[in-house]
């Protein structure tokens, strides 16, 4: 499975910015997709996930701001992020697991894609 992101951007506080992420290969593996973040000097973080059901979790942090969304039918997953802080400035990942499981930890998902710098201006 290759994953190919991009949308990165330089926005204003409280702008707005959206993440695409394009899955190709053997995508029968990409039952769960999800987005990451990776500030300088701190862990990669879950930041948003989606099944192929349609069923999706988000960290707290991006609740009410940030919409994952899947287009199973263009191998395709977007994250639509709104109301964007400083501090959400970070390199952005997507990557993608062929099971469904109950956890967010990075080290169970097998695919990423390059990642892609979302940076917001104070």
């Known amino acids: 499975v290759q994953l190919q992101a991009s949308g990165r951007g330089l926005v204003q506080a409280g702008g707005s910015l959206r993440l695409s992420c394009a899955a190709s290969g053997r995508t029968s593996s990409t039952y769960q997709m999800a987005w990451f973040r990776q500030a300088p000097g701190k862990e990669r973080e879950f930041v948003a996930l989606?099944?192929?059901?349609?069923?999706?979790d988000y960290a707290d942090f991006v609740k009410g701001r940030f919409t994952i969304s899947r287009d199973s039918t263009k191998n395709m997953v977007y994250l639509q992020m709104n109301s964007l802080k400083p501090e959400d400035t970070a390199v952005y990942y997507c990557?993608?697991?062929?099971?469904?499981?109950?956890?967010?930890?990075?080290?169970?998902?097998?695919?990423w894609g390059q990642g892609t710098q979302v940076t917001v201006s104070s």
């Open positions: 990557a993608a697991r062929g099971v469904g499981l109950p956890t967010t930890r990075h080290s169970t998902f097998s695919y």
């Open positions: 989606v099944s192929w059901s349609g069923g999706t």
